[in-house]
C-alpha cells in the first residue's frame, strides 16, 4: 500500500546507501594510508641498515622518507576525522530513515483499520437491515 511518506521513505534510504558507501571508501583510503605508512617504515628502516654498510650518506632520503611519514600520518587522522563525521551523519540518516519508517507503518495500520472497520459498518448494515425485513414479515400478535 502506498503512503504520503514512501517518497520521503526512499530518498532516505538512498542517503543512508550512500553514507554507507562513503563511510566504506574512508575505511578503504585509511587502509591504503596506513598500508603505505608501513612499506615507508619498512623500506627507511632497510634503507638505514643499508647506509651503514655503504659509504655515501644517506641523510636527504631520509628526512624525505619522515616528511612522507608525517604527511601520510596526517592523511590518516584527517580522513579518520572525516570517518567519524560520516559515521555520525549515518546513524542521524538512518534515525530519521526509520522515523519515517515508523510513520509509514502506523499510515498503513490506520489505513488498515478504517478499511476493517468500514466493512465491518456495511456488514452491520446488512444484517441491521435483514433483521428489520423480517421483523416486517412477522405477524403482530394482539395483546
Request: proline share 2%.
Amino acid at each position: 500500500m502506498r503512503t504520503p511518506f514512501d517518497t520521503a521513505l526512499r530518498m532516505q534510504q538512498r542517503t543512508v546507501d550512500d553514507l554507507k558507501v562513503a563511510i566504506g571508501a574512508a575505511i578503504e583510503r585509511i587502509a591504503s594510508y596506513e598500508q603505505q605508512a608501513r612499506d615507508l617504515t619498512a623500506r627507511t628502516r632497510e634503507e638505514r641498515i643499508l647506509a651503514h654498510a655503504l659509504p655515501f650518506a644517506s641523510d636527504a632520503w631520509l628526512a624525505t622518507a619522515k616528511l612522507a611519514q608525517a604527511r601520510l600520518a596526517e592523511e590518516i587522522q584527517a580522513e579518520q576525522a572525516r570517518l567519524v563525521a560520516l559515521r555520525e551523519q549515518a546513524r542521524e540518516a538512518y534515525g530519521t530513515f526509520r522515523a519515517i519508517e515508523g510513520a509509514a507503518e502506523r499510515f498503513r495500520t490506520d489505513a488498515e483499520r478504517e478499511a476493517e472497520a468500514a466493512e465491518q459498518a456495511a456488514i452491520d448494515d446488512i444484517a441491521a437491515a435483514r433483521f428489520l425485513r423480517e421483523r416486517k414479515r412477522m405477524p403482530v400478535k394482539a395483546a
